[in-house]
């Protein structure tokens, strides 16, 4: 399986993005997936994860009540929206995925994807 984040790009504080990840070669629909975040010169940090059937999600402080985690199976596709983006958001944002239960840990993950890097302007 392989998985593909876009839908990244450049938005003014206050904006809105929603990011996907779509899955190839397998369905989506045993595995959970995660959202984490790089920014320059930081370490790369959790921000959201839901369950492999969509009934459990969990979110960084940083983003609740900011980010929406939802998916798709029908479509292989889990999808991030991000509402009231502040310029601390600016990061290459990736998609993993590890099968069924979620994990608020990057290292439980064994499949990713290539980031999309989202700016947030001031």
């Known amino acids: 399986v392989q998985l593909q984040a876009y839908g990244g790009g450049l938005v003014q504080a206050g904006g809105s993005l929603r990011l996907s990840c779509g899955f190839s070669?397998?369905?989506?629909?045993?595995?959970?997936v995660g959202w984490f975040r790089q920014a320059p010169g930081k370490e790369r940090e959790f921000v959201a994860t839901i369950s492999w059937i969509g009934d459990s999600t969990n979110y960084a402080d940083s983003v609740k009540g900011r980010f929406t985690i939802s998916r798709d199976n029908a479509e292989n596709t889990v999808y991030l929206q991000m509402n009231n983006l502040k310029p601390e958001d600016t990061a290459v944002y990736s998609c993993?995925?590890?099968?069924?239960?979620?994990?608020?840990?990057?290292?439980?993950?064994?499949?990713w994807g290539q980031g999309t890097l989202v700016t947030v302007s001031s």
């Open positions: 993993a995925a590890k099968p069924w239960v979620t994990s608020t840990n990057a290292h439980e993950y064994g499949i």
């Open positions: 070669g397998r369905t989506s629909s045993t595995y959970a």
